[in-house]
Nanobody, 121 residues
Framework: QLQASGGGLVQAGGSLRLSCAAS????????MAWFRQPPGKEREFVAAVAWDGTTTAYADSVKGRFTISRDNAKNTVYLQMNSLKPEDTAVYYCATGTRRISTYSREYDYWGQGTLVTVSS
């Protein structure tokens, strides 16, 4: 029900834009979020956006570099990633299913398959 895309290989300092298309009929009612799982590490919160796009939250490690946005008409959420660093290398997952912003993965019921972002130094 969630299809993430846009990952790839990029040099440090570069940019990528991830997209996540949802087939949920209630997409517009839910918070949308991005999490990531670096190699050999636990999954971690990246960013989230409220149902109407007016409220966002970011992990400290990406503040000022990443921007989350959504287009409810297209049932799609985006993650614009600028000034990428090697430590941003991870599989990025989109998630939804909650009506309030949370940094805890257990709060989200639906997950995409993940898209790999690799940042070379």
């Amino acid at each position: 029900q969630l299809q993430a895309s846009g990952g790839g290989l990029v040099q440090a300092g570069g940019s990528l834009r991830l997209s996540c298309a949802a087939s949920l009929r209630t997409f517009g009612s839910y918070v949308m979020a991005w999490f990531r799982q670096p190699p050999g590490k636990e999954r971690e919160f990246v960013a989230a956006v409220a149902w109407d796009g007016t409220t966002t939250a970011y992990a400290d490690s990406v503040k000022g570099r990443f921007t989350i946005s959504r287009d409810n008409a297209k049932n799609t959420v985006y993650l614009q990633m600028n000034s990428l660093k090697p430590e941003d290398t991870a599989v990025y997952y989109c998630a939804t299913g909650t009506r309030r912003i949370s940094t805890y993965s257990r709060e989200y019921d639906y997950w995409g398959q993940g898209t790999l972002v690799t940042v070379s130094s």
